[in-house]
């Protein structure tokens, strides 16, 4: 069985994205489940496109999407996707929608098709820090989100998805941003929330 499970490239200015960090630090195998990781453009333009190639190329039981949410203290399960990108700055294209549909006529929204409880209750025996999070905010991140889980209506996938915030990791003094969670507590999360997804033992 094999996981896909993906960061982001840094964005809006900062040196680092603690989604990558930490993605890039996953053993390549957790149990039975062998563990593909892949690095998504910041790009609404772009991102979807990589990620469903990546999708295709691994052929994954489970696609799990990290990404960094600067201000949040907590791993934050996502359990919603919403139709509509916003953006508060510009993405590593300079593109900043703002107010407009990911996809015309398409559905409002998506929810995530992993077990979003189970995970947070594991998380939360193993005193992590964690929270289910009823929005993934309307950037990049929630554009990757909503993609993965309309690809996977539309696909009658096999899969499940969903997808992951995680906070910032160290202090990035241009942003004035403090690390709440230690690198290594975040990896520790994401193969809570992988093994958890994969009904193995946590
Ligand atoms: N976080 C941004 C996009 C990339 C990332 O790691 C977001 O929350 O939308």
New binding site residues.
């Given amino acids: 069985m094999r996981a896909l499970v993906t ?3 840094a ?2 200015g900062a040196g680092s ?4 960090e930490a993605v890039r630090r996953l053993p390549p195998r957790i149990g039975a489940l062998d563990i593909i990781t892949a690095l ?1 453009p ?1 790009s609404f333009a772009r991102a979807g496109a990589v990620l469903i190639r990546e999708i295709e190329r691994a052929d994954p039981a489970i696609v799990l999407c ?5 201000e949040r203290t907590a791993l934050n399960i996502e359990r919603i996707a919403i139709n509509l990108q916003d953006a508060r700055t510009a ?1 590593n294209d300079g593109a900043q929608p703002i107010d407009t549909p990911i996809a015309a006529g398409a559905p409002a929204a998506w929810f995530s098709t992993l077990p979003v409880r189970a995970i947070h209750d594991a998380l939360s025996a193993a005193h992590l820090p964690s929270t289910l999070s009823y929005s ?9 989100f909503y993609t993965l889980m309309q690809y996977e209506a539309q696909t009658h996938a096999r899969w499940r998805g969903g997808f992951l ?1 995680v906070p910032a990791w160290r202090i990035d003094s241009a942003l004035g941003k403090t690390a709440t969670m230690t690198l290594d507590d975040i990896v520790r999360g994401l193969v809570i929330a992988l093994k958890t997804s994969a009904r193995l033992p946590v």
């Fill in positions: 960061g982001f490239e964005f809006d994205n603690a989604s990558h998504l910041t990290v990404g960094e949410a600067r993405d993934a905010g309307t950037f990049v991140c929630n554009h990757v915030h």
